[in-house]
């Protein structure tokens, strides 16, 4: 943070966010409205970005394996909805099952990722995939009891969407909602993404933490320096994974619906995008990086959804935002190779 | 002969900040040019602009004239200068790791067979392997080195890599003037020689040789001319004959060096660690079957040709490599070398590859001079919580790095500036006060004063010296700096093979050490 500097993504990002917003403004919209969905989408969306920090530092790079994280919340969500539980008990008892799960998941995922040191961006993106089809049969096959959470007809196999309204929608939204006219600040969701990142930036300030840093560093300082590289490495990655657990619960609460199946695989690209556009290299990330990122990203997807509907034609959002969150992958891709050569 | 190179009041300056000031150069065909001067005193920009580095023209050109072989030079990319019969020889290595040596020297100017060169064109042509290596094989032959030339640079020493580099340059027909950056300085004595004498040959077939170096007692050795640079300008030069190390070294910092001296002592005190049959698998420098004593609060120095296993005995100590055999620490065998258990044993390595191994470049200086005190001892450590979460205690360690700032005189603008913004000598120091601050009683350093300046490197040695005498720390220097161990150490043994050859005293004669590194028993009254 402390020598933050801006790059050439970040202003690309920049100009078009005010082009949006000009644009926004030029077709009349609410832009308060607008702003105070964008908090929202914010912290909807930011704790999964956060995710990808422990691994980033540790030297593992970009977690293209947050399905499995997410799949560990989700199947944590789906408990908490079997039991019926409401209201923020239900919340936080499906981050509880949710952490267990993950923590589970990632220290296999861990395991694996330490037998392909060096190659666990392409190694993640895999087992992301894999862990996808062989959850359709757990939703399939899985003993759920809540006949709301089934399919209608049949009674047997979980619904590829499953409303959250009638047990924990938005009470993280909803609670400590501070209205200044038509301006809505959602304390509560804030202070709760507050609290993630400032348990993050605890983390870093510990043992474990500084030897998570020193090892993204340089590997073998930090094994001559006396610290199990296996474990620190194995410890980030739980980490990352239960963060991704913590993620998908926010997300779900916010959005309304635990959405199953296929929806987690496409989950960790806009998340890997938004750290991008924060400035992340691949490398050490702060994280104040990943909460700009997420902001910017979220933000432009926000616009561009009511803007493209107003003057383009409304299928146009959904290639806007694939195109927008896959070429700055890309980009940063091309950007780091750049880097390599040059040092 | 003729001026290949002609360099006229060339300047250069980084962002306002003078990086050369009006620099004249010439070097003729045939001839050995050489430039020293202190770390930062312009010599790597000289290259960079030389060789048509982007860097130098996207920072906003250079003022000055220069002329090749007769024509102004206005490069604009390395391809091109190459292509005008330029050739250079980094620092850092530029060899593909997964070819072969063979392939590496002949890499763009393979030799095809005939016919197919007819069916499909050169470019499209089958490699005459045999061939290719028969020539590479010539041109390495021509620096004085031996190796299978189907060997993957990946499985090379250092060494042989340096050679690997010159040779895929010098391979090349059409070369008039090749640029060496410290091509010595990660070669042993004994290569280096033989190194200077390809040069030598290289020259005489009119050749034109641009050679940067630290040491000395080379550029005096073969240099037709010398330029010395401080601070980015010119300021003397001379020619063979009135060349002599003192005058350099005066030059290259602007006054006298005190050499470091320890007196010598015989020390025969209980033994601090004993290695028995100890093999270390490190590729390119194993150690096989080695015995070695090294007694409490001596100096013991571990020389020989680089590929005969010296770095290895720290590595193999701290279980970065597998190993074999007995270690015997304070009368007790340790079982298996874990890096955190032997440093709480009292236990310290610092490698030689300082940029890849030794530091946290991105951490600032505090960081790094606390960083294993904290994970290994939790010396920093507050109090609460028990260690598992292990705060820092920032007050307890700003007392701590300010003192060691200033005792070592590391110079940073603050302990809060990254390491990688300090030169090679002071971050040399950051490790040793890293090293002291886990108190070790018996620290390993490798190669203590490579790659920095000449006036640092004393001041290094006799850092060293003090921590001996006043910390009574065991210290066994892996160096290939013959005349520094001879300075510093109370014993100076020497490997070849892997294994201890000789044990040897600073006051040897040089033809012993000589014998000794070549691995030949020396008879002598």
């Given at each position: 943070m402390r020598n933050y500097k801006i790059k050439p993504p970040q202003i690309i990002i920049l100009i078009f966010l005010m082009i949006l917003v000009l644009l926004a403004y030029v077709l009349q919209m609410d832009l308060v409205i607008l702003f105070n969905e964008s908090l929202t989408k914010l912290v909807m969306n930011g704790v999964l970005v956060l995710a990808l920090i422990p691994m980033l530092n540790v030297g593992a790079g970009m977690n293209f394996g947050l399905p499995v994280g997410i799949v560990g919340g989700l199947v944590g969500l789906c408990i908490a909805v079997n039991f019926r539980l409401t209201g923020f008990f239900g919340f936080f008892m499906s981050l509880f099952f949710s952490l267990v799960i993950c923590a589970i998941l990632g220290w296999i995922y861990g395991r694996l990722l330490n037998r392909v040191k060096g190659r666990e961006e392409i190694a993640g993106t895999f087992i992301g995939f894999s862990m996808i089809p062989l959850m359709n049969y757990f939703w399939t096959l899985a003993p759920f009891q809540n006949r709301q959470m089934?399919?209608?007809?049949?009674?047997?196999?979980?619904?590829?969407?499953?409303?959250?309204?009638?047990?924990?929608?938005?009470?993280?939204?909803?609670?400590?909602?501070?209205?200044?006219?038509?301006?809505?600040?959602?304390?509560?969701?804030?202070?709760?993404?507050?609290?993630?990142?400032?348990?993050?930036?605890?983390?870093?300030?510990?043992?474990?933490?500084?030897?998570?840093?020193?090892?993204?560093?340089?590997?073998?300082?930090?094994?001559?320096?006396?610290?199990?590289?296996?474990?620190?490495?194995?410890?980030?990655?739980?980490?990352?994974?239960?963060?991704?657990?913590?993620?998908?619960?926010?997300?779900?609460?916010?959005?309304?619906?635990?959405?199953?199946?296929?929806?987690?695989?496409?989950?960790?690209?806009?998340?890997?995008?938004?750290?991008?556009?924060?400035?992340?290299?691949?490398?050490?990330?702060?994280?104040?990086?990943?909460?700009?990122?997420?902001?910017?990203?979220?933000?432009?997807?926000?616009?561009?959804?009511?803007?493209?509907?107003?003057?383009?034609?409304?299928?146009?959002?959904?290639?806007?935002?694939t195109f927008i969150t896959y070429s700055i992958i890309l980009y940063a891709l091309l950007y780091r190779d750049k880097r390599g050569i040059s040092h | 002969?003729?001026?290949?190179?002609?360099?006229?009041?060339?300047?250069?300056?980084?962002?306002?900040?003078?990086?050369?000031?009006?620099?004249?150069?010439?070097?003729?065909?045939?001839?050995?040019?050489?430039?020293?001067?202190?770390?930062?005193?312009?010599?790597?920009?000289?290259?960079?602009?030389?060789?048509?580095?982007?860097?130098?023209?996207?920072?906003?050109?250079?003022?000055?004239?220069?002329?090749?072989?007769?024509?102004?030079?206005?490069?604009?990319?390395?391809?091109?200068?190459?292509?005008?019969?330029?050739?250079?020889?980094?620092?850092?290595?530029?060899?593909?790791?997964?070819?072969?040596?063979?392939?590496?020297?002949?890499?763009?100017?393979?030799?095809?067979?005939?016919?197919?060169?007819?069916?499909?064109?050169?470019?499209?042509?089958?490699?005459?392997?045999?061939?290719?290596?028969?020539?590479?094989?010539?041109?390495?032959?021509?620096?004085?080195?031996?190796?299978?030339?189907?060997?993957?640079?990946?499985?090379?020493?250092?060494?042989?890599?340096?050679?690997?580099?010159?040779?895929?340059?010098?391979?090349?027909?059409?070369?008039?003037?090749?640029?060496?950056?410290?091509?010595?300085?990660?070669?042993?004595?004994?290569?280096?020689?033989?190194?200077?004498?390809?040069?030598?040959?290289?020259?005489?077939?009119?050749?034109?040789?641009?050679?940067?170096?630290?040491?000395?007692?080379?550029?005096?050795?073969?240099?037709?001319?010398?330029?010395?640079?401080?601070d980015g300008a010119v300021v003397s030069q001379y020619h063979k004959g009135e060349i002599s190390v003192n005058n350099l070294a005066r030059d290259m910092i602007g006054h006298t060096v005190q050499l470091a001296n320890a007196t010598k002592r015989a020390m025969k005190t209980r033994p601090a660690i004993r290695f028995q049959q100890f093999s270390v698998a490190m590729p390119g420098e194993e150690i096989k079957d080695l015995d070695l004593t090294v007694f409490a609060g001596e100096i013991l120095g571990l020389t020989g040709l680089s590929g005969h296993g010296k770095l290895a005995l720290g590595y193999g100590l701290m279980g970065m490599y597998p190993v074999a055999g007995e270690v015997i620490y304070e009368n007790k065998k340790i079982d298996t070398l874990l890096a955190k258990t032997n440093i709480l044993k009292g236990m310290y390595v610092l490698p030689d590859d300082?940029?890849?191994?030794?530091?946290?470049?991105?951490?600032?200086?505090?960081?790094?001079?606390?960083?294993?005190?904290?994970?290994?001892?939790?010396?920093?450590?507050?109090?609460?919580?028990?260690?598992?979460?292990?705060?820092?205690?920032?007050?307890?360690?700003?007392?701590?790095?300010?003192?060691?700032?200033?005792?070592?005189?590391?110079?940073?603008?603050?302990?809060?500036?990254?390491?990688?913004?300090?030169?090679?000598?002071?971050?040399?120091?950051?490790?040793?006060?890293?090293?002291?601050?886990?108190?070790p009683q018996l620290l390993f350093v490798a190669e203590p004063t490579r790659g920095i300046d000449i006036s640092a490197k004393e001041k290094i040695l006799n850092l060293l010296i003090d921590i001996n005498r006043t910390k009574h720390t065991t210290l066994v220097i892996a160096s290939s700096e013959l005349d520094e161990l001879k300075r510093v150490c109370d014993r100076i043994a020497v490997m070849v093979n892997g294994s201890i050859f000789k044990i040897l005293f600073p006051d040897s004669p040089d033809l012993e050490f000589g014998l000794a590194l070549a691995g030949e028993e020396g008879t002598y009254a």
């Open positions: 089934l399919y209608p007809i049949g009674g047997q196999g979980l619904r590829p969407k499953i409303s959250l309204e009638p047990y924990f929608y938005n009470v993280l939204d909803n609670f400590c909602l501070l209205k200044i006219g038509a301006l809505e600040i959602p304390l509560g969701l804030l202070a709760f993404y507050a609290l993630i990142c400032l348990f993050l930036y605890l983390f870093f300030r510990t043992k474990s933490g500084r030897a998570t840093l020193a090892t993204g560093e340089n590997e073998a300082f930090a094994r001559l320096s006396g610290i199990d590289i296996g474990r620190i490495r194995l410890l980030a990655i739980v980490l990352s994974t239960m963060l991704a657990g913590i993620g998908i619960c926010v997300y779900a609460q916010s959005y309304g619906f635990i959405q199953l199946y296929d929806e987690p695989l496409s989950m960790a690209f806009p998340a890997i995008s938004a750290v991008l556009i924060g400035g992340s290299t691949g490398r050490r990330t702060w994280i104040f990086e990943a909460v700009l990122g997420a902001y910017l990203l979220q933000t432009i997807y926000l616009l561009t959804v009511p803007i493209a509907n107003e003057i383009l034609i409304p299928e146009v959002t959904e290639i806007l935002r | 002969m003729g001026n290949i190179l002609e360099i006229k009041n060339l300047s250069k300056s980084y962002n306002g900040i003078p990086a050369l000031t009006k620099v004249n150069l010439s070097v003729k065909a045939g001839e050995i040019h050489g430039i020293v001067g202190a770390n930062g005193s312009g010599k790597s920009t000289l290259m960079n602009i030389l060789f048509g580095n982007p860097i130098i023209r996207e920072t906003g050109g250079y003022q000055g004239k220069i002329a090749y072989a007769g024509k102004s030079l206005q490069a604009k990319s390395c391809a091109e200068v190459i292509r005008m019969g330029m050739g250079m020889v980094h620092q850092e290595f530029a060899l593909l790791p997964d070819l072969t040596i063979g392939e590496n020297i002949k890499l763009g100017r393979e030799e095809t067979y005939q016919f197919t060169d007819r069916l499909f064109g050169k470019k499209l042509s089958f490699i005459d392997r045999k061939r290719n290596d028969t020539s590479a094989a010539r041109v390495l032959k021509k620096l004085g080195i031996d190796v299978d030339v189907g060997v993957k640079i990946i499985n090379l020493s250092t060494n042989t890599r340096q050679f690997v580099e010159i040779a895929r340059e010098i391979a090349r027909t059409d070369l008039k003037l090749l640029l060496l950056d410290e091509p010595t300085a990660v070669l042993s004595k004994d290569d280096a020689s033989n190194l200077i004498e390809a040069l030598l040959g290289l020259a005489k077939d009119g050749l034109g040789i641009l050679f940067i170096s630290h040491r000395l007692e080379e550029v005096q050795q073969i240099c037709d001319r010398v330029t010395v640079f401080r300082r940029q890849a191994l030794g530091i946290l470049p991105e951490h600032s200086v505090a960081e790094n001079i606390i960083f294993t005190g904290n994970q290994v001892k939790d010396m920093f450590s507050r109090n609460f919580g028990r260690s598992f979460l292990g705060f820092i205690d920032q007050k307890k360690a700003h007392r701590y790095v300010d003192q060691v700032v200033q005792d070592f005189s590391i110079k940073c603008s603050s302990p809060k500036q990254k390491l990688k913004e300090l030169s090679g000598g002071n971050q040399q120091k950051v490790c040793l006060a890293r090293a002291l601050t886990v108190n």
